[in-house]
C-alpha cells in the first residue's frame, strides 16, 4: 500500500498472519507514534534499550527497521490539522504490530481521546497490563513482591462505547421521555444520559485471550472483576460469560473457584487453572491485603481502567507501568500514562512505562530473550540507584539522572 507521509523502511519485513499466528521475520517491520508532550523524550530513550537489547542479544542476526506513524499534535502539523489520520489505521492493519507514546486527551471537549479511537477502529478488544514490582522501586505496599498480576481490561464497549447524549439536548429529551413513559425507569431531571453495553461476544473473546494467556505463560487463576451485585444484567452479565468461555472453550485445562473447595477439598489440582470472580470494590481491597492470591485478572472496560491504575499505584506509579492493546493479531503496546506537558523536552521523565511496553512488544513478537535482558539490565540500574526525578524524590542516596542518561546506564547494563 502506498502512503502519503508514512515511510516504509526498505530495509525491513512484514510482520504476517499465517493461520493464527504471528510470522515474524528476523528484519521486522514495527510501527512507532512518537506521541505528544514527553513522547519524543521517552520514545527516543526506550528506542535507543530495544535497539541495543536485540544487538547484545542476537548479534546482528535480528535487527527492529522501524517506521514512524502519526497520530497526536505531530500528526495533525502533518495532515493539516487531522489528529489521527486514517493512513495510521491502515499502516497498523498492514504491519500488525507497533507502539506509541502518550496522546493528548482532551477533558470535557475538543476531539474525542485518540486512545479510545485507535481502540475502537482497531477493535483492539483487550488492553492487557501487567503489574509487577521491581526491587529498588519505591512502594506504599509492605510485600510489594506479593502484587505480580496481569489485567485484561475489555477495551470497546462499556461506557467507553461513547453512547451518550447531552442534558438539555432534543436527542436527550427523546430518550429521556422514552425511558420514563415506555420503560418506567426514574431519574432527575436534566440529567445526561449514557448507555452502557456489555455484550456476550465482547465478553466471551475478551475472557478468552486472557484464559488462553494464562495457560500460555503459567499463571494459576483467572478473576472477573465485576459489579454485578448491582448492574446485573450487564456487569453481572459478563460474570456469567467468563465462566460460560471458561467452560465452553477451555473446560480441560480450568476449574470454578466452588469446584476447587467442592471437588477437590481448596487443593488445586496440577495442570487446572481456577476461575473465580470477585466484586470490583472488594477486588481493590484485596489486591492491597492479600495480592499474592491473584495472578491473571479479566475486567470490562471501566472496571479493568481503574483497576490498573490502583495497582500500578503499588508497585511504583504509573511511570513504569506498561500496557498493550491487543485485537486477534493487531498488536498496539503505548505508555500508559499521560503527556506530561510541563515536563516536554526537558529530557527528565521515567521512561519506564513506555520501555516495560515494549518489552511486552519483543515478547510478542518471540523475542524472549532480549526482553529478558532489560528486565535484568533495568534491575541491575536500580540497584545501582540510578533513578530519574520521580523515584529520586522517594530514595535515598539516590543519583537522579535525565531520561538520556538513564537509557545509557540502562544499556550498560546489558
Known sequence: MAYDNIVVPNDGEKVTVVGDELKVPDNPILAFIEGDGI???IMTASKRIWDAAVQATYGGQRKISWMEIYAGEKASTIYDGNYMPEETFDAMREFIVGI????TTPVGGGFRSLNVTLRQVLDLYACVRPVRWYEGVPSPMKNPQDVNMV???ENTEDVYAGIEWEAGTPENEKLAKFLREEMGATFFEGAGLGIKPISAFGTKRLVAKAIQYAIDEGHDSVTLVHKGNIQKFTEGAFRKWGYEVAKERFGDYTITEQELWDDYDGHQPEGKIVIKDRIADIMFQ???LRPAEFSV???????GDYLSDALAAEVGGMGIAPGANIADHIGLFEATHGTAPKYTNLDKVNPGSLLFS???MLEYIGWREAADKIHT????????NIVTYDFARQMDDAKEVKTSEFAS?????L
Open 286 to 288: 484485596l489486591s492491597q
Open 377 to 384: 539490565a533495568y534491575q541491575k540500574t536500580l540497584a545501582q
Open 151 to 153: 489485567i485484561f481490561r
Open 409 to 413: 546506564a540502562v544499556i550498560a547494563n
Open 297 to 303: 485478572l479479566a475486567a470490562p472496560n471501566l472496571n
Open 100 to 103: 506509541k507514546g502518550p496522546l
Open 39 to 41: 513522547g519524543y523524550d
Open 358 to 360: 515494549g518489552v511486552m
